[in-house]
């Protein structure tokens, strides 16, 4: 019966050894959540202020323009020449801006896009009450009533709204028009031992919460991954690898596992870690695959599944539209009168089928200076000729001089 025991006891500690992980984190470079195809050069406009608090305004502008120059994505204008502009041209940037004053802006600035918007809330309240701690009751023993007692509290409750928008300069677009707010409640008694943050740090806080949710509609942004490596079992290649991604040397690691992966095709640990290595380099194709292979092989690993889940989240979201509908419904190349869009054979599209050639202009409120809707304004007209699975080929048979139809311009079938 011992024996039996110690066996077993022994075969369970080599499973364990062999499925022992080592975690790592990374930050990992998501995709934008927005179609941001062809804009690389932006202006960032100092946003209209809350309440009379000019420091809103600023304050939202400069958050933002950290947040797009961390990726390095984007090239942002500096402030400086956005003023001689506006000082030389004499734009008026104060209360409702138009669209066309907007544009007019970024051609003589030579910028893809610009972003500008209003600071709608800025505000930290604070109030004072108290609460009933104990009820009064008669003490017989003494022969008196035993008052109830309270406890003081402070409550401060902050909220910081902002409303954006970005305009393609070249298509007069509205890549982006979103209202982002973020709000702060927290009550403190008189006698804790920790303090409530100040009024600037809170509103300084949110405005980092807003204006980070914003980047990540429109920018490529780093996002904190925690993975689990497999140390292998009694697999010197699988183990080196680990210690050298885990010193940040991933290329390294790579290099170990793809050997290792060579020599043993089945080895479903070697996959997954070859999956997080080329997670953690961007290289989400590839991830995909090794993710992929590693579940083909240990079907019953949650954690791979887990991985490859998270992976398509990541990779699909700023697609979300794409991953639902399978298209953007948009026109992707243009030369000369012929017209490519990506709507093919599989969205049910025949040769002959005429397309209406649209963009949504952004509606303002006159009074509240806010979007409060999109609508369509028709550019022209395509016929399709040619049909593949995801793409078709189109001539161009209606349009304005004056308003050609071009990349990103979205289209919709005749009728629909």
């Known amino acids: 019966m011992k024996r039996r025991l110690l066996i077993g006891l022994l075969i369970l500690s080599l499973f364990l050894v062999g499925c022992a992980t080592a975690k790592v984190k990374f930050q990992r470079l998501d995709r934008a959540y927005r179609d941001i195809r062809g804009v690389k050069r932006v202006a960032v406009l100092d946003f209209q202020s809350y309440g009379g608090r000019l420091e809103?305004?600023?304050?939202?502008?400069?958050?933002?323009?950290?947040?797009?120059?961390?990726?390095?994505?984007?090239?942002?204008?500096?402030?400086?020449?956005?003023?001689?502009?506006?000082?030389?041209?004499?734009?008026?940037?104060?209360?409702?801006?138009?669209?066309?004053?907007?544009?007019?802006?970024?051609?003589?600035?030579?910028?893809?896009?610009?972003?500008?918007?209003?600071?709608?809330?800025?505000?930290?309240?604070?109030?004072?009450?108290?609460?009933?701690?104990?009820?009064?009751?008669?003490?017989?023993?003494r022969g008196i009533y035993v008052p109830p007692t309270y406890r003081n509290y402070t409550i401060k409750s902050g909220n910081v709204a902002v409303n954006y928008r970005m305009i393609d300069i070249e298509t007069g677009r509205v890549i982006a028009a979103k209202s982002i707010s973020r709000d702060f409640s927290k009550k403190r008694y008189d006698n804790a031992f920790f303090r409530l943050p100040s009024d600037d740090s809170i509103l300084n806080d949110l405005l980092k919460k807003v204006t980070s949710q914003f980047v990540a509609e429109i920018s490529p942004h780093y996002t904190l991954q925690s993975r689990k490596l497999e140390k292998g079992k009694r697999n010197e290649g699988i183990k080196k690898g680990v210690k050298l991604a885990k010193k940040g040397l991933w290329d390294e690691a790579i290099e170990e596992w793809r050997y290792v992966a060579e020599k043993e095709p089945q080895n479903a640990w070697v996959h997954n870690n070859l999956g997080i290595a080329y997670e953690k380099k961007g290289d989400f194709a590839q991830a995909r695959k090794e993710y992929k292979k590693a579940i083909e092989l240990n079907p019953e690993e949650?954690?791979?599944?887990?991985?490859?889940?998270?992976?398509?989240?990541?990779?699909?979201?700023?697609?979300?539209?794409?991953?639902?509908?399978?298209?953007?419904?948009?026109?992707?190349?243009?030369?000369?009168?012929?017209?490519?869009?990506?709507?093919?054979?599989?969205?049910?599209?025949?040769?002959?089928?005429?397309?209406?050639?649209?963009?949504?202009?952004?509606?303002?409120?006159?009074?509240?200076?806010?979007?409060?809707?999109?609508?369509?304004?028709?550019?022209?007209?395509?016929?399709?000729?040619?049909?593949?699975?995801?793409?078709?080929?189109?001539?161009?048979?209606?349009?304005?001089?004056?308003?050609?139809?071009?990349?990103?311009?979205?289209?919709?079938?005749?009728?629909?």
């Open 56 to 141: 809103s305004g600023r304050a939202a502008s400069d958050l933002l323009i950290s947040g797009l120059l961390e990726p390095g994505f984007y090239e942002i204008v500096e402030r400086s020449r956005i003023d001689e502009v506006v000082q030389e041209h004499r734009f008026n940037l104060s209360g409702m801006v138009s669209d066309s004053t907007i544009r007019k802006m970024g051609e003589i600035l030579g910028v893809d896009a610009v972003i500008f918007g209003t600071v709608s809330g800025y505000d930290v309240e604070t109030s004072r009450g108290q609460t009933l701690a104990t009820p009064g009751y008669f003490d017989k023993e």
């Open 302 to 416: 949650l954690r791979y599944k887990r991985n490859l889940e998270n992976l398509k989240t990541a990779y699909d979201k700023y697609r979300a539209e794409y991953v639902q509908m399978g298209s953007l419904n948009i026109v992707i190349q243009r030369k000369n009168n012929t017209v490519y869009i990506d709507l093919g054979k599989e969205h049910g599209v025949d040769v002959g089928e005429v397309f209406i050639v649209y963009r949504e202009v952004a509606v303002k409120h006159p009074v509240m200076d806010e979007v409060i809707g999109t609508e369509e304004e028709e550019i022209g007209k395509i016929k399709v000729n040619k049909v593949s699975e995801k793409m078709s080929i189109a001539e161009v048979i209606k349009e304005e001089p004056e308003n050609k139809i071009k990349v990103k311009d979205k289209v919709r079938k005749r009728g629909d």
